[in-house]
Nanobody, 123 residues
Framework: VQLQACGGGLVQAGGLLRLSCAASGDTFNVYVMGWFRQAPGKEREFVAAISWRGGTTYYADSVKGRFTISRDNAALSVYLQMDNLKPEDTAVYYC?????????????????WGQGTLVTVSS
């Protein structure tokens, strides 16, 4: 499975961005799609996930109510709508895919990773 993420950029605090992730290859065995982020000097952390078939979603507490993850099965794409952005949201955002079932949102539960897209939120 190959993942291609895009949509990052520079935005002022309170602004919005929409990230996209296009999947290709053997996607039939993908059960969960997720977004992670890594800020400078910090470890990569979970942001949001969506089940590929049922559409169930799960969010990190830090983004709940501001970010929305969605999918388009026909387009093999996943999106992350980010509203009311804060400077602490500044990070490289990664799209990821997991063959395992729903429930484990740790880094090692995801098998495939995109290249990352930089989001910078200015204060």
């Amino acid at each position: 499975v190959q993942l291609q993420a895009c949509g990052g950029g520079l935005v002022q605090a309170g602004g919005l961005l929409r990230l996209s992730c296009a999947a290709s290859g053997d996607t039939f065995n993908v059960y969960v799609m997720g977004w992670f982020r890594q800020a400078p000097g910090k470890e990569r952390e979970f942001v949001a996930a969506i089940s590929w078939r049922g559409g169930t979603t799960y969010y990190a507490d830090s983004v709940k109510g501001r970010f929305t993850i969605s999918r388009d099965n026909a387009a093999l794409s996943v999106y992350l709508q980010m509203d009311n952005l804060k400077p602490e949201d500044t990070a490289v955002y990664y799209c990821a895919a997991a063959r395992r079932g729903w429930g484990d949102f740790s880094n090692w539960a995801f098998d495939y990773w995109g290249q990352g897209t930089l989001v910078t939120v200015s204060s």
